[in-house]
Nanobody, 116 residues
């Protein structure tokens, strides 16, 4: 049974940082390209970072230079380090497969709120 469990969200002031974690089970994690996504109220889910099985990362311009995705295959965990957070980063954040592949069932996500 595939399970993705996101954690690490919270309330942070603009300019602050958070580190999100996503623990995966029931999948061959080490060979899967993974991604972080977010969905703000009233908006569609968007991709914010991907990482290949060998650690190659990609980001959209909206987060490039501020977000860093990484993975620990020994722990079946993917991380998202978010720095210099902005109010527009407020959203529920999810992890899943790279969008080039059929997604796994979505987890519950973790709420990130950037506000002063």
């Amino acid at each position: 049974q595939v399970q993705l469990v996101e954690s690490g969200g919270g309330l942070v002031q603009p300019g602050g940082s958070l580190r999100l974690s996503c623990a995966a089970s029931g999948i061959a994690f080490s060979i899967r390209a993974m991604g972080w996504y977010r969905q703000a109220p009233g908006k569609e889910r968007e991709l914010v970072a991907t990482i290949s099985s060998v650690g190659r990362a990609n980001y959209p311009d909206s987060v490039k230079g501020r977000f860093t995705i990484s993975r620990d295959n020994a722990k079946n965990t993917v991380y998202l380090q978010m720095n210099n957070l902005k109010p527009e980063d407020t959203a529920v954040y999810y992890c899943n497969r790279d969008p080039s592949y059929t997604s796994y069932p979505w987890g519950q996500g973790t709420q990130v709120t950037v506000s002063s």
